[in-house]
């Protein structure tokens, strides 16, 4: 195994150009303050889409465009919560996207931080209840449960209502959408740690019976975005390609800094050093993809799966940096492909930096689609991260000035220079897998648990 970098004068290139720049942190300030949250259905989402597209074509990039799809579209309303029972008493919550308008009058229990083994306690007492459980991820299970899955759980229990609670002091209640692109069976909102901590002290009262009054107004009603598509030509095999992608949309109680516009950013700068060093050397195409509206379903990307069915045997490969230009490790984070681990590792071993290699799957990004249909896909992050609260990620204070420089450069350098890799391979060790073979890795995936009990919920 060669230690030589075959592509020493691009990397140096690239990279000395991503580190003596500002441009990264200059589109990512423009993304966050000119366009706030990006949110689905906003004007801001289409001005950022344009913005993006604009910063594309000036990179000189081509086929730059956006396509438009549809969607199930959501607005929030007004949510109120109110104590009945032991005490009166009306708390701050929000509405998560798709939570249809309700007025529900009824007890609540807990279910924890909603584990598998917490719903079964519950039994058939959370039938036509309020079902509470924390964002924080069952300690001991060994996965991460997605906010998702304990709603899903919840309506499973025959609940008619979901309350998520913060696991993080201080930083208000946490956001995330209760479905795929579409309304939610029952209304679901989120309340701050500290208001969740005063439920849990009224349920462990003696007689536990504690009568809540929730009312949600949020609207529910179809939708279009857009995704944005731009192309760096490859130059002996156009057709093949490798994707780059990052969801561009925030929630709308934040700016969306970390998640996911530092990834979306770091994804611009790589088109940039790409186009600006390795335009004329790239024998593959890489095709660089803005999504639309992930955080309310991964709606972009499974819509972009749709609309590009044609081409998914010419994806050699897909990355998604969503969120990458976090504080996370610049990883590559393959979804069971074993045979691209020694292609990475010697890229690493050739590229001096650092880059860990493994693999994980989950179905919460807009690797997701791809995944099942059977792309060879990663995504950006730390393989060994053991799982962990989204801190001040879907809360308001995702907010601009916690990006760092530093981890926007590090991601932006380890995509160009993996995209690169990946699109001048000759033999690229990975195709895409058979339906079949996505789908022995869906049933017995411990990760892919929360998807399998959101396909019991459309059954
Ligand atoms: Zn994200």
Known sequence: MSKKNPYLQLDQQMVGDIYTSQEVMENL?????????????????????????????????????????????????????????????????????????????????????????????????????LVMAKSASPPDLGRWVHRKEKFERAVLAGASGFIFVSEHPGVGPETGSLQNDRPAPMPGISVCKEDGEFLARLIARENGKVTLKLRTTDINEPRTSWNVVADLPGNENADEMVVVGCHYDGHDISQGAHDPAS????????????????????????????????????????????????????????????????????????????????????????????????????????????????????????????????????????????????NLRAASAVGARVALRCANADDFPAKRRTSEAVQEIVDTDPGLEGYRISLKLTL
Not at 49 to 76: D, H, M, S
Request: charged share 20%.
């Open 263 to 406: 990834g979306m950013v770091s994804v611009i700068e790589a088109s940039r050093v790409l186009s600006a060093y390795a335009a004329d050397s790239l024998k593959c195409t890489v095709r660089f993809i803005a999504f639309g509206t992930e955080e309310i379903g991964l709606t972009g990307a499974f819509r972009y799966i749709d609309a590009h069915a044609s081409e998914l045997d010419n994806i050699r490969f897909m990355l998604n940096m969503d969120a990458a230009g976090g504080s996370s490790r610049k990883g590559i984070v393959l979804h069971h492909w074993d045979a691209l681990e020694p292609f990475f590792n010697t890229a690493q071993q050739q590229m001096h930096t650092e880059m860990p290699v493994g693999q994980k799957v989950h179905s919460y990004s807009d690797h997701f689609p791809f995944f099942l249909k059977g792309v060879p896909s990663s995504h950006m992050g730390d393989p060994e991260s053991a799982p962990a609260g989204r801190g001040f990620g879907h809360t308001a204070y995702d907010t601009l000035e916690k990006v760092e420089l530093a």
């Open 29 to 129: 300030t423009v993304l966050c303050d000119e366009y706030g949250a990006r949110f689905a259905g906003t004007p801001e989402e289409y001005e950022a889409a344009n913005f993006i597209a604009a910063c594309f074509k000036r990179y000189g990039l081509q086929n730059v465009k956006l396509e438009t799809y549809p969607y199930a579209g959501w607005t929030r309303g007004t949510a109120t919560l109110e104590v009945i029972e032991p005490i009166r008493r009306t708390l701050h919550c929000i509405s998560l996207p798709y939570c249809p308008a309700a007025d529900i009058t009824t007890e609540l229990v807990s279910a924890g931080c909603g584990s598998p083994d917490e719903y079964t306690a519950l039994g058939d007492t959370a039938t036509d209840k």
